[in-house]
């Protein structure tokens, strides 16, 4: 091992990895404080990703017309009737219904109030 600060004679900064290929290790002239500047490359296979895009959603405020108990109540109410069902081995799916449930009740919670919902998108 080479020493990892420019005045030491042991290295203390270092890079650990579980692939089974051997990384290129280098150093740079760059300084940062005593440290000399360490460059790790690791070649590893890879697939590519599914693209996601987050879509917008309406602002859910709380109502001018009523108090904070009052929208409390309101989405506690509309948020009672949710009964989640757990997929397990599948935590996207759960999280794409909780949202799905989440925006409901915004939706009810403002219809109960007597106004019209934010549209969505």
């Known amino acids: 091992m080479v020493p990892s600060r420019w005045k030491g004679r042991r290295c203390i900064d270092w890079a ?3 692939v089974s290929r051997q990384p290129t290790v280098t150093y ?17 296979s890879h697939r590519k990703a599914s693209e996601w895009k987050i879509l917008p959603r309406p602002k859910f405020n709380k109502l001018d017309m009523l108090t904070n108990e009052q929208w409390t109540l309101l989405l506690e109410s509309a948020w009672s009737s949710y009964e989640p069902t757990l997929h397990p081995g599948d935590p996207d799916r759960d999280w794409k219904l909780f949202n799905e449930q989440l ?3 915004y939706r009810q919670a403002y219809t109960n109030a007597g106004v019209a919902p ?4």
């Open 103 to 105: 925006l409901a009740t």
């Open 28 to 44: 740079d002239s760059l300084k940062w404080s005593d440290h000399k500047a360490l460059f790790v490359e690791l070649k590893v």
């Open 118 to 121: 934010p549209k969505v998108g």
């Open 16 to 18: 650990l990895s579980n």
